[in-house]
């Protein structure tokens, strides 16, 4: 933790991040603690190691395969919601992602806000290659970013790509040299951190919900946003520093 930004970071570099329930666990328990600090404006998610994350760990795979079907579904709506649980954050999320983000590890990254990824970095929703209908949320989350056809392509073929098609598909937002990651992350944190707490966590909660909108929904949404923020200290306190030709100090109320 560094002031209002904080980090999450996946712990199993001799694996490649590899996802596991107890790893859901501990993020879903991590996230209700971070969710409970007032001061808290962004959260970082990353790896360890030589990559972001390459998916589901094969043991899990293995063991779900002599289980029954019932018993399955159960255990993986709860894998799913664990690592999820990161889209119940009331702040914005960046994943810092390198190395590789593969299946369930790309979706993971996709369930964040923003996504700024390494050069040389490799994203793929490789399910089919593995024998597994997509899971995680890639059937939710990949269309919702890059647009029904891409995604289309990516799932059913199971294809590799790497940061720069990324980029240029809209699956992330940045590409930077791999020594320039965390910096570039940090610096984007601090960015959004300097905004006012409020509608930056109404604004993180209308962009995640807006697919199962329609226009006039979203706009009911951002009127009744709004209507509470004219209401905020931080509203007048923006009002006054703009009239005083200074930056504002922002209090979250």
């Known amino acids: 933790r560094r002031g209002p930004i904080a980090e999450l970071r996946l712990a199993r570099p001799d694996l490649r991040n590899?996802?596991?329930?107890?790893?859901?666990?501990?993020?879903?328990?991590?996230?209700?603690?971070?969710?409970?600090?007032?001061?808290?404006?962004?959260?970082?998610?990353?790896?360890?190691?030589?990559?972001?994350?390459?998916?589901?760990?094969?043991?899990?795979?293995?063991?779900?395969?002599?289980?029954?079907g019932e018993h399955n579904r159960r255990a993986m709506r709860r894998f799913y919601a664990s690592f999820l649980s990161l889209r119940e954050l009331r702040v914005p999320t960046i994943a810092a992602i390198h190395g590789h983000?593969?299946?369930?590890?790309?979706?993971?990254?996709?369930?964040?806000?923003?996504?700024v990824a390494a050069a040389g970095t490799k994203l793929g929703a490789t399910f089919v290659r593995v024998g597994l209908h997509p899971g995680m949320g890639a059937t939710y989350l990949l269309p919702q970013l890059i647009?029904?056809?891409?995604?289309?392509d990516l799932l059913l073929t199971g294809r590799v790509i790497d940061a720069a098609t990324a980029e240029a598909m809209g699956l992330v937002s940045e590409v930077v040299a791999?020594?320039?990651?965390?910096?570039?992350?940090?610096?984007?944190?601090?960015?959004?951190?300097?905004?006012?707490?409020?509608?930056?966590?109404?604004?993180?909660?209308t962009l995640r919900g807006g697919a199962l909108r329609s226009l006039d929904d979203s706009l009911d949404r951002?009127?009744?946003?709004?209507?509470?923020?004219?209401?905020?200290?931080?509203?007048?306190?923006?009002?006054?520093?703009?009239?005083?030709?200074?930056?504002?100090?922002?209090?979250?109320?």
């Open 222 to 253: 951002e009127a009744a946003c709004q209507a509470i923020d004219y209401a905020t200290a931080d509203m007048r306190e923006a009002i006054a520093a703009f009239r005083d030709k200074r930056a504002p100090r922002f209090e979250g109320k």
């Open 147 to 152: 647009g029904r056809a891409r995604a289309t």
């Open 18 to 68: 590899a996802m596991s329930p107890e790893m859901g666990e501990a993020i879903e328990a991590a996230v209700a603690e971070l969710d409970a600090a007032d001061d808290l404006r962004v959260v970082i998610l990353s790896g360890e190691g030589k990559s972001f994350s390459a998916g589901g760990d094969f043991d899990l795979l293995e063991r779900r395969c002599n289980s029954g």
């Open 101 to 115: 983000a593969i299946g369930a590890g790309l979706c993971l990254a996709m369930a964040c806000d923003l996504r």
């Open 178 to 205: 791999p020594e320039a990651l965390r910096a570039r992350v940090e610096e984007r944190a601090s960015e959004i951190a300097e905004g006012a707490p409020v509608p930056l966590a109404q604004l993180v909660a």
